[in-house]
């Protein structure tokens, strides 16, 4: 396929405002690639040249970028900087200036550019280039390093610019900036795979268990096109490729979850830090967070925790890592342990907060997954393979059969300072990327009583009156995940709880990522002043959910969907949580009713 049909599919992704269209979109476009395409394809829909657990980076700035367009374009850099100012979008200024005649004998520098330039849009440009092409010359830019990068990079990517047609450059040029935001979440390519191949979006469940254990769309999609569906259902869990987390609901009454596990329960402590699955083949070690980016850099300590007490060749464990103090026997607060989550300073960090990670399951081991052996048989290779516990401190967990026991662990939890407990069905099965009542979380918040915050995504916010106008908000509007349906509804409008500081913080950031309308996952009956992508996740704490016709989460025949009731912001999820991570409608549902029993 030519990149220039490929930005074609592009333009049309970008200006529909529907989910339905989305999915004919995609399958239209993904009817006309070939299996050693698709997997490309994939990933550039996502403004990547590879699966989101792999940590290439294109290393280019705007600055870089500009002066990439400005020798493609012969034109100066900090005039195609000024431009950006403007139009907020280098992508733009590429497709602008592509029809601008070139002047390649002048260098960026050249002092008279300005002047000579002239507008030619039937400039001749050879708008042969294949997506293959792009996509390999993209792979080689993120992958150059050492003497000369920076000229190297410029050199690859004003070469692609110089042979492409405006469209072609708007969409290359923001994949090395990260700022392609076709808005397509991985269910609803998943939906076009199944609609073209299986001849129903309906059946995408049949391509999800595969999804949920390698996550990543560009082998699902080669596989389902040279060997089908039965090929893509074999696809296991392999070391090196995340398997997607197995998640919590929640329950605030301890009986209740005994009878729904038919009187056994398998208790663990539940820790507070981040999730940590470690993968380990012979002696290399790697690490993936709770949203499936890799960390293994991030954490040294943590392998060589792994190097030393795992006894197997190849294994795959889930764990919490936490910031602990051996002396006072104290784990510190999120807040500490968070600070460990970074680029730089790696090694001070980890003399002041050395981290221990709390193994909760295992889901493959020596060449063998143990996904569908039961949570209690999993729990007890746990206790084999990992040796001592220095650093990995595996959990044993207790089944329990009484609430009062149930209580009693849990109380105990509290006085030990951690958050509460988690309780799984003993004998369920890892399912990755599952969200129900195998695992329950019970947890206790500030006030004291059993309740829990929600994770809301920003959707657009409101420009307030008076003061707070200054800031350009004056209201947030936030909403929840629709997983069936993959998209974003509206929830609740937060304006207080937040400082000045914070309204220039949400500012600053949704400043960036400002669309010019509303997105196609994007279900709203409300129409803010500004509509933002949504990326940003923020923690909610709420007097109530009740019904309500003017948002759209959880929706009925009749109109009326759910809302929050004095909702206040609690604080931004960094890093760990993305938009598709947020509290879904189905929990939103559970919370509501849970409401009731209280
Ligand atoms: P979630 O990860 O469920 O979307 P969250 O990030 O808000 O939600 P919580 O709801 O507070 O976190 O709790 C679930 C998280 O608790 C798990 O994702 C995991 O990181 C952590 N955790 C701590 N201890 C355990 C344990 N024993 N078993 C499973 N998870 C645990």
Redesign the pocket.
């Known amino acids: 396929m030519l990149f220039s049909k490929l930005s074609q599919y592009f333009e049309k992704l970008e200006s529909t405002s529907s989910r339905l269209a989305l999915i004919d979109i995609l399958a239209e476009l993904f009817g006309e690639v070939s299996k050693d395409e698709v997997g490309m394809v994939s990933y550039l829909l996502q403004g990547r040249v590879a699966p989101f657990y792999k940590p290439i980076e294109m290393g280019m700035s705007e600055k870089l970028v500009a002066q990439a367009m400005a020798r493609a374009y012969g034109v100066e850099r900090e005039e195609i900087l000024k431009d950006y100012g403007k139009v907020g979008d280098l992508g733009k200024v590429a497709e602008n200036l592509s029809g601008v005649k070139r002047h390649p004998e002048r260098s960026e520098g050249s002092q008279d550019s300005k002047k000579t330039k002239s507008r030619d849009s039937s400039q001749a440009r050879n708008d042969k280039l294949t997506v293959e092409e792009v996509f390999k010359t993209l792979t080689e830019i993120a992958k150059i390093s050492g003497d000369g990068t920076v000229e190297k990079k410029i050199t690859l990517l004003s070469g692609l610019l110089e042979k492409m047609d405006g469209i072609s450059a708007k969409h290359l040029v923001r994949v090395p900036l990260g700022a392609s935001r076709l808005g397509i979440g991985d269910p609803t390519i998943l939906d076009a795979f199944a609609k073209l191949k299986l001849g129903d979006k309906a059946k995408r469940p049949l391509l999800e268990g595969a999804y949920n254990r390698i996550s990543d769309l560009g082998i699902i999609g080669q596989t389902l096109w040279s060997k089908g569906i039965k090929g893509v259902q074999g696809l296991d869990v392999q070391v090196g490729r995340p398997i997607r ?1 197995q ?2 609901e929640r329950i605030t009454d301890p009986k209740a979850i005994l009878e729904k596990y038919g009187g056994v329960a398998h208790v ?4 507070d830090g ?2 940590v699955q470690i993968h380990k083949e012979g002696n290399k070690v790697r690490l993936f967070s ?1 949203n499936l980016e890799e960390t293994t850099l991030m954490f040294p300590d943590i392998i060589a925790g792994v190097l030393k007490q795992v006894k197997a060749k190849s294994i795959i464990l889930d764990s ?1 890592a936490l910031a602990y103090n051996p002396e006072s026997e104290e784990f510190l607060p999120f807040q500490e342990t968070t600070k460990r989550r970074r680029k730089y300073g790696i090694p001070e960090m980890q003399k002041k907060l050395p981290l221990k990670a ?1 193994v ?1 399951d295992i889901m493959y081991l020596d060449g063998k997954s143990l996904m569908e052996e039961s949570l209690v048989t999993r729990v007890k290779s746990l206790e084999k393979v990992i040796h001592g516990d220095e650093v990995l401190i595996p ?1 044993p967990g207790e089944m329990v059969k009484n609430p009062d026991r149930l209580q009693a662990i849990f109380d105990d939890a509290l006085t030990k300072g951690l ?1 509460g407990v ?1 309780t799984k069905r003993p004998d369920s099965k890892y399912e990755a990327g599952g ?1 129900n009542s195998n ?1 329950i ?1 019970l ?1 206790r918040n500030s006030s004291g009583e059993l309740q829990d915050t929600i ?1 809301c995504v920003i959707l657009g916010y409101i420009f307030g009156k008076g003061k707070r106008s200054a800031f350009g908000a004056g209201a947030l509007l936030v909403g929840v995940y629709d997983e069936k349906k993959d998209e974003f509804v509206t929830v609740s409008k937060i304006g207080t709880g937040l400082t000045d500081e914070e309204w220039r913080e949400i500012h600053k950031r949704a400043d960036k990522i400002k669309v010019s309308k509303q997105p196609a996952r994007v279900n709203s009956i409300l129409k803010p002043s500004v509509w933002i992508a949504p990326e940003i996740v923020i923690e909610v704490l709420a007097d109530e959910i009740t019904r309500s016709p003017v948002h759209t989460a959880g929706r009925d025949e009749n109109g009326v969907g759910y809302a929050l009731r004095f909702p206040r912001l609690i604080k931004f999820r960094e890093k ?2 993305t938009a598709e ?1 947020a509290t879904t409608v189905k929990e939103l549902v559970e919370m509501y009713k849970g409401q009731f029993k209280k």
């Open positions: 987390s998640l919590c663990q402590y539940k820790y981040f999730r709770r919490e709390f909760f959990q958050e988690i969200r695992w979380k947890k994770d760990d949580k991570d």
